[in-house]
């Protein structure tokens, strides 16, 4: 009987195994996504695929690292799946074009916007200091519609064109019966948009200048917000760019030193490789010949190089300092030191800490809030006051939009991340930056982590031996 259920749990792990090593993984580079709600909706559709195994997604970098069975689902039909909710994605290698093109497309929105909004506020400067004569002002009825007209022009291609992205996102998430930031964002737009264009004709106040400047600083702070992201995510990318691109390859060894320049990449366990003065060490592996020093600092935090010779351990990424070694490759690819170590700064970035899990959770619920909150006040505000019933409304959903606990939450969190790994401090959990604000003592497993490596005079003692004589220790 035990011997029945040893070798059925034998087979449970067999076929544990063998799913494992039937499954895909990639990450994708996901465009479009602006708050948690997009998150959400993209996670919930992957999750309905048959064949998703694992799905994580990092708003703040934009990239979802996906787990699947070939057998049941493709590459193409998960991509397919996320562009059908109005999303781009593309494979993380490829996708450096389709980001670029849509940078420069946003900065051209912002420069319509911006331009846009001076000129508008130049017409709106003669209205606010002179009013129409039916207010008693020195501003004639007729220049009063002519700066309206021109202000409308002006407005228009700022609401099709530098607005197309909120109006785009916000069809997407009604589409998909999910409310995201965008959706009051648009409607705020909207609203004013038409209102104002109704007063031009009516002789009411428009207030394009408001709608044009709002515009202009929602896409401020997302180029803002891309800068800070780019910042904080040098040092993982920094991380990435350590192993060298090419490798020297001894084939013949030991019977002949003849070399052959290879991709790095293509190293397989068992291959010998020699490294020189200044090169960077391309794989995990053990030294067969030479004597020389490494710069190890990034792995250990020590600044000390380390002496190497025939046995040694050598880790990939750092760096040969003196003279040239011969090593065998014992640890490639995804299995070296220098990959466990992005994976687990990636993992740090892309791990929801209970403050992010917290926005995920009430973020849509919050925007629908908003929008009933909106609807009330402007029905409760038709009662009192029928001509601000409109405006107040919108400027509910405009003041209201939760842009700090859909954006700000997880953005700080990767620049936290990021701004640490700039300073030596590799971060395994996403939540420790939470825990940081409660802690009240610090413990560190050696003094070699809290150095520079830069030696310096910090006391000088004097020591009299004699009346006549000094000596300095």
């Known amino acids: 009987m035990q011997n029945k259920e040893k070798t059925d749990t034998d087979i449970q792990t067999m076929d544990s195994l063998e799913l494992q090593k039937s499954l895909l993984h990639g990450k994708l580079s ?152 965008d959706v009051p964002v648009s409607v705020g737009i909207a609203v004013t948009f038409v209102a104002s264009f109704w007063a031009t004709f009516t002789g009411d106040a428009v207030y394009y200048d408001s709608l044009i400047m709002f515009v202009f600083l929602l896409l401020a702070a997302r180029m803002i917000q891309a800068r800070v992201h780019n910042r904080s995510t040098s040092a ?70 380390v002496s190497k010779t025939a046995g040694a351990t050598l880790i990939g990424g750092s760096s040969n300092l003196n003279r040239p070694l011969i090593m065998r490759a014992v640890q490639v690819g995804d299995d070296t030191q220098l990959s466990s170590l992005v994976r687990m700064m990636e993992s740090a970035a892309s791990e929801k800490p209970p403050l992010v899990q917290l926005a995920d959770r009430y973020a849509s619920l919050f925007l629908t809030i908003i929008l009933l909150l909106a609807v009330a006040s402007g029905i409760v505000w038709w009662q009192i006051d029928a001509a601000r019933a409109i405006w107040i409304a919108v400027t509910v959903m405009v003041i209201t939009c939760p842009c700090a606990l859909s954006l700000a939450t997880p953005g700080v969190m990767s620049a936290a991340i990021g701004q640490l790994a700039k300073h030596g401090v590799l971060v395994a959990r996403g939540r420790a930056i939470e825990s940081l604000a409660r802690a009240t003592h610090f413990v560190f497993d050696k003094t070699g982590t809290l150095t520079q490596g830069r030696l310096k005079l910090v006391n000088m003692r004097v020591i009299r031996n004699d009346p006549d004589r000094k000596s300095v220790v």
């Open 30 to 181: 996901i465009s479009g996504m602006h708050c948690s709600a997009c998150n959400q909706i993209i996670e919930y559709r992957l999750k309905k695929l048959a064949g998703v195994r694992k799905i994580a997604i990092n708003i703040t970098t934009h990239t979802a690292d996906i787990s699947w069975a070939p057998k049941e689902v493709s590459l193409a039909e998960i991509i397919d799946s996320i562009s059908s909710l109005g999303y781009g994605a593309l494979p993380i290698g490829s996708a450096g074009e389709l980001i670029q093109r849509e940078h420069k497309m946003n900065v051209w929105r912002l420069f319509i916007a911006g331009f846009a909004m001076m000129q508008v506020m130049m017409y709106a400067l003669p209205a606010y200091l002179e009013p129409v004569a039916q207010i008693d002002g020195d501003l004639t009825p007729d220049i009063d519609r002519l700066l309206k007209l021109a202000s409308l022009a002006i407005t228009i291609p700022v609401v099709i064109f530098s607005a197309w992205p909120f109006f785009k996102a916000a069809i997407r998430d009604i589409r998909n019966r999910h409310v995201g930031m």
């Open 236 to 305: 993982l990318r920094a991380l990435t760019q350590l192993l060298p691109l090419l490798a020297e390859k001894l084939p013949d060894y030991p019977s002949s030193m003849r070399i052959e320049q290879i991709n790095a990449a293509a190293l397989v366990v068992g291959d010998i490789v020699l490294v020189q003065p200044g090169a960077k060490i391309p794989v995990d592996g053990i030294v067969i010949a030479g004597t020389s020093e490494c710069d190890e600092s990034l792995m250990t935090g020590e600044s000390q190089a």
